[in-house]
């Protein structure tokens, strides 16, 4: 556990705009948390990669959007309302409130009383709320605890519509809401949040093959992530601490600085939710394999990836440390495609104009090219160089006056700090392999 290098992740975060405390100017509130200018591009950065690889770049995946507020049969069926539940225990002291799980049932961590705790009792996490002008049972719904439901209640859309071959899957990111007993550890364990879910259907035969390709191309994807392969490790969940519909669940973990925590979870929901929603709905899941008479309720893979884990994972593993001319730096080394700035452009002086003239022709061309290029002429170049790394820009590229003599400007290299001279006609092709 480094829970010093969680304090700078987490002072990094509100010092360049990544991620704030969510309501921070009335004091925030436990659980939330804001994503600034820099925090939402690394966060869309990851989603579209998790969506290029595992949509976009495969010819069996599809995308849906599905609402948030589903009809509250959808969580009878499911057995959210009876069983989407954390054991409680309540201090006699204090009256702080704990997930019984997860502390040492000694002493409160709140009052440091030992032996004040309540019986355990079931807390369940959905938000309620009311649909519509009437407050009664019957316009009670929920904020959807997870993605996966909309799903679900769409597969029949889809089969009816598009009718894809099996196996086949659907897709959807989108946000997610728990009321934790306890959220904790900045963005780890929060009350809303993103996920990224896909329901995989299966001909049951084959769920164990199914399975073992899921896992390799789960680990192919945290590769891309830039995480260390020695940092992720897989868990093979045990029978009773595996999810009420899962028959085989493997969770996929890694190495925060909190410790070895879930990033993901990868689970085989056989054929419970769909068969849950014949049985409320009334309605048939069968799916009719193609070129035969066989019909059947497929059975489900699900990987299910939380997006604010993703973007802990990855700032952790690039949060990074040296020592520069004899002064600490802190950079992210943060891979190419998701680091939120590609590349800085600055004159070296803002009050020479013949630097800023060519400067922002070079800053033209590559923000057309590139998009997220940005502008500065802050400070010193120093400085400049390490707001940059603070936020993991790859690149630094700097007009001087040498530049107007030979069309060539500095590129700085953020992880070695090595400079180039590179003639600005070649810029484009420099940077082309590199984004
Ligand atoms: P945990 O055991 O950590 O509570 P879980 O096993 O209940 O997680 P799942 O229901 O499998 O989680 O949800 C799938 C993924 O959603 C998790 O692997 C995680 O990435 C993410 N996730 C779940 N709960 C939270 C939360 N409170 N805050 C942030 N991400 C979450």
């Given at each position: 556990?480094?829970k010093?290098?969680l304090?700078?992740?987490?002072?990094?975060?509100?010092r360049r705009?990544?991620?704030f405390?969510?309501?921070?100017?009335?004091?925030?509130?436990?659980?939330?948390?804001?994503?600034?200018?820099?925090?939402?591009?690394?966060k869309?950065?990851i989603?579209?990669?998790?969506?290029?690889?595992?949509i976009?770049?495969t010819?069996?995946?599809?995308?849906?959007?599905?609402?948030?507020?589903?009809?509250?049969?959808?969580?009878?069926?499911s057995?959210h309302?009876?069983?989407?539940?954390?054991?409680?225990?309540?201090?006699s002291?204090?009256h702080?409130?704990?997930?019984?799980?997860?502390?040492?049932?000694?002493k409160?961590?709140t009052?440091?009383?030992?032996n004040t705790?309540?019986?355990e009792?079931?807390?369940?996490?959905?938000?309620?709320?009311?649909v519509?002008?009437?407050?009664?049972?019957?316009?009670?719904s929920?904020l959807?605890?997870e993605?996966?439901?909309?799903?679900?209640?769409n597969?029949k859309?889809?089969?009816?519509t598009?009718?894809?071959?099996?196996?086949?899957?659907l897709?959807?990111?989108?946000?997610?809401f728990?009321?934790?007993?306890?959220?904790?550890?900045?963005?780890f364990?929060?009350?809303?949040?993103?996920?990224?879910?896909?329901?995989y259907?299966?001909?049951?035969?084959?769920?164990?093959k199914?399975f073992?390709l899921?896992?390799?191309?789960?680990?192919?994807?945290l590769?891309?992530?830039?995480?260390?392969?020695?940092?992720?490790?897989?868990?093979?969940?045990?029978?009773e601490?595996?999810?009420?519909?899962?028959?085989?669940t493997?969770?996929f973990?890694?190495?925060?600085p909190?410790?070895?925590?879930?990033?993901?979870?990868?689970?085989?929901r056989?054929?419970?939710?769909?068969?849950?929603i014949?049985?409320?709905s009334?309605?048939?899941?069968?799916?009719l394999?193609?070129?035969?008479?066989?019909?059947l309720?497929?059975?489900?893979?699900?990987?299910?990836?939380?997006?604010e884990?993703?973007?802990?994972?990855?700032l952790?593993?690039?949060?990074s440390e040296?020592?520069v001319?004899?002064?600490?730096r802190?950079?992210?080394?943060?891979?190419?495609?998701?680091?939120?700035?590609?590349?800085?452009?600055?004159?070296?002086?803002?009050?020479k104009?013949?630097?800023?003239?060519?400067?922002r022709?070079v800053?033209a061309?590559?923000?057309k090219?590139?998009s997220?290029?940005?502008w500065d002429?802050n400070g010193?170049?120093g400085?400049?160089y390490?707001?940059?790394?603070?936020?993991?820009?790859?690149?630094?590229?700097?007009?001087?006056?040498?530049?107007?003599?030979?069309?060539?400007?500095?590129?700085?290299?953020?992880d070695d700090?090595s400079?180039?001279?590179?003639?600005?006609?070649?810029l484009?092709d420099?940077?082309?392999?590199?984004?």
């Amino acid at each position: 556990m480094d829970k010093n290098k969680l304090e700078d992740i987490v002072s990094l975060c509100k010092r360049r705009g990544f991620i704030f405390p969510g309501s921070d100017v009335y004091g925030g509130i436990a659980g939330f948390y804001d994503f600034g200018p820099l925090g939402v591009s690394l966060k869309r950065n990851i989603e579209n990669s998790w969506w290029k690889f595992f949509i976009e770049d495969t010819d069996n995946m599809f995308g849906i959007d599905a609402a948030i507020i589903m009809n509250s049969k959808v969580w009878q069926a499911s057995g959210h309302v009876d069983t989407f539940t954390d054991p409680m225990v309540e201090c006699s002291n204090c009256h702080g409130r704990f997930r019984a799980d997860k502390i040492d049932q000694t002493k409160c961590p709140t009052c440091g009383k030992s032996n004040t705790f309540s019986e355990e009792r079931q807390f369940n996490m959905m938000f309620r709320t009311n649909v519509g002008p009437v407050d009664n049972e019957s316009s009670i719904s929920y904020l959807r605890p997870e993605t996966a439901q909309g799903i679900f209640t769409n597969y029949k859309n889809v089969v009816d519509t598009i009718y894809p071959d099996l196996p086949f899957g659907l897709a959807q990111i989108g946000k997610a809401f728990r009321n934790e007993i306890s959220p904790r550890d900045f963005i780890f364990r929060v009350r809303e949040f993103e996920q990224m879910e896909i329901e995989y259907f299966v001909n049951p035969e084959n769920w164990e093959k199914e399975f073992e390709l899921w896992i390799s191309k789960i680990h192919n994807w945290l590769e891309a992530l830039g995480l260390d392969k020695a940092k992720v490790h897989e868990l093979e969940v045990e029978g009773e601490d595996r999810a009420h519909y899962s028959k085989r669940t493997v969770d996929f973990e890694y190495d925060f600085p909190i410790g070895k925590e879930e990033l993901l979870g990868l689970a085989y929901r056989t054929d419970f939710d769909l068969k849950n929603i014949e049985r409320v709905s009334g309605k048939s899941m069968d799916y009719l394999i193609k070129g035969s008479d066989k019909k059947l309720v497929p059975h489900v893979i699900e990987p299910s990836f939380g997006l604010e884990r993703a973007v802990m994972a990855v700032l952790s593993e690039a949060y990074s440390e040296d020592e520069v001319n004899g002064e600490k730096r802190i950079f992210l080394k943060l891979p190419n495609n998701l680091a939120p700035v590609k590349i800085c452009i600055s004159p070296l002086l803002k009050n020479k104009p013949e630097l800023v003239t060519q400067a922002r022709e070079v800053y033209a061309k590559l923000k057309k090219q590139y998009s997220a290029v940005i502008w500065d002429d802050n400070g010193n170049i120093g400085k400049r160089y390490r707001r940059q790394d603070e936020i993991g820009t790859p690149y630094c590229v700097v007009v001087d006056f040498d530049s107007l003599e030979d069309n060539s400007v500095t590129v700085r290299n953020r992880d070695d700090t090595s400079q180039y001279r590179i003639k600005i006609e070649n810029l484009t092709d420099y940077f082309s392999d590199k984004f």
